[in-house]
């Protein structure tokens, strides 16, 4: 992917979706490297018995999704300023997650040149389960 | 408010008290394996920590004790988070991490109350400087 600067943008601005599949075992890894091992990830008796309807993704593999997203379109000489997600729905293991942004404010502060960006991600029923923004710095051409 | 307060004094005891520091010496297996379990292939990550690995920094003094203390909620979802990137974290760092309760509220629903409890985390690295400032909400209902 091209290298994207702060010229190529603007408000409204969409940035590449990226769409995952995560697995129960995909949910056990992020387990085991996170040191989250609250049941409801992995085991689906103890999900059901807490009145899920099943294993569900961690809110924060999600926003590591978004995270992906933003700095894959970020390139080599973008960066992440802030991350942040509201964890408003569940997405089950073995449904697709759909990962979007859409650049929502450009702005110049302290030298930077710098963007807003609205992130969100949805279930395949087109629900939002995780919403949030991220602040990116991106170089000029100039 | 409605219902009464499933708000301890227990709870209430641990407003604003700082927790830690805990101390994680970052390696690049930690790293790596992070990656892998986000599924996120970015050549970047076997050096510097892709931008939500301070969930793998658990400030667990602070969480045992909000999970684990004895209040009529038992249920437990995590609510947002929000991460502040100062610089980046990088294999060999050693990241010591302070945490602490600012906020609780209670808020009635459908099937009883829910909690919100707010933490905010700091992540120094080995040569103090603060290089992530985080903050989560959870939930208990």
Known sequence: MAQVYYEDIAEGT???ALVKYPTTMQLVKYAGASGDFYQIHYDKDFAQANGLPGVI???WLTLSFLGQMVTDWLGEKGRLLKLNGSYRGMNKVHEDIICNGKVTKKYEEDGKNLARVEIW???PQGEKTVTGTAI???PSKV | MAGESVITEELNSLLNVEFGPEV???EKGMLKRFAEAID??????LEEAPPTFAAALVPHDLLHKLFNIDIPLKRLLNGSSDLEYLQPIKAG???SITSKLTRLRQVPGAEGPTLFMFTEMTYTNQRGEVVVKGKNTYIKY
């Not at chain 2, 996120?40 to 990550?45: L, M, Q």
């Open chain 1, 14 to 16: 969409e940035i590449p």
């Open chain 1, 57 to 59: 993704v961690h809110g």
């Open chain 1, 121 to 123: 991600a949805e279930n």
């Open chain 1, 136 to 138: 990116v710095a991106l």
């Open chain 2, 24 to 26: 994680y010496e970052i």
């Open chain 2, 40 to 45: 996120d292939p970015n050549p970047k990550w």
């Open chain 2, 93 to 95: 760092d050693v990241i």
